[in-house]
């Protein structure tokens, strides 16, 4: 099976602009969560899908969003970048069934951003 | 609010010393706890859960809702332990949003 990839591996871009991250979920998973990972913040959460619909969100401006096609790949956006986005985002599925949703996440290998 | 504290950001061991990597959390319902590892290069994984009462290559945690510490031990170090550790945390309803703490590196020494 593959695992979860992300796509573009690395990005830059500069303050203003905006930034798509695609994420492709393990084949049979349904649930696809984001996170933002910086050395000084460490992992922090972004927003979660399941079935198109967001579950849950995290502490972010409304700059960020995503969303999930019904095929279960997801995306986010970020808009209007700033300095502080850099960052490592990552992308990681579950096999969502009943309860215990995060027992187990498999995560991608993340995009690295980079805003000038 | 769910919080999950890792005191240290760095330990680093000789080859077969003990290890412990701490974890303080706060929650106010009853939480799931997880420990993930990310290995150099490697992708972030799962090492181990609490509600699963294992051990991952000698790594064991027990979950202290006491003190509300899910601290990582293994009894003696190994070379390939070398690795970011991150203490995360969850409520129990299948809708809660896994909180990680910031993470802990983890040197082992030949």
């Known amino acids: 099976k593959a695992g979860v990839t992300q796509t573009p591996r690395y990005l830059i871009k500069t303050r203003g602009q905006q930034v798509t991250l695609s994420c492709s979920p393990i084949?049979?998973?349904?649930?696809v969560s984001w996170y933002q990972q910086t050395p000084g913040q460490g992992l922090q959460f972004l927003f979660e899908y399941f079935s198109e619909t967001q579950r849950n969100k995290g502490n972010f401006p409304g700059r960020f969003s995503g969303r999930q096609f019904s095929n279960s790949r997801s995306e986010m956006n970020v808009s209007t970048l700033e300095l502080g986005d850099s960052a490592l985002y990552l992308c990681?599925?579950?096999?969502?069934?009943?309860?215990?949703?995060?027992?187990?996440?498999?995560f991608g290998s993340g995009t690295q951003l980079s805003v000038l | 609010a769910q919080r999950v504290t890792q005191p240290e950001k760095l330990l680093s061991v000789f080859k077969g010393a003990p290890v412990e990597l701490k974890c303080n959390y706060s929650y106010s319902g009853s939480p799931e706890l997880f420990w993930y590892v990310q290995y150099s290069r490697q992708r972030l994984q799962l090492l181990l859960r609490?509600?699963s009462r294992e051990s991952i290559k000698g790594f064991t945690a027990d979950l202290n809702k006491g003190e509300t510490s899910f601290h990582l031990k293994k009894p003696f170090a190994q070379e390939e332990d070398s690795a970011m550790y991150y203490c995360a945390l969850s409520g129990r309803g299948g809708s809660e949003k896994l909180v990680f703490g910031k993470g802990m590196k983890l040197t082992v020494n030949p």
């Open positions: 084949s049979g998973h349904r649930s």
């Open positions: 609490h509600i």
């Open positions: 990681a599925s579950s096999l969502q069934v009943g309860r215990g949703t995060n027992e187990k996440l498999f």
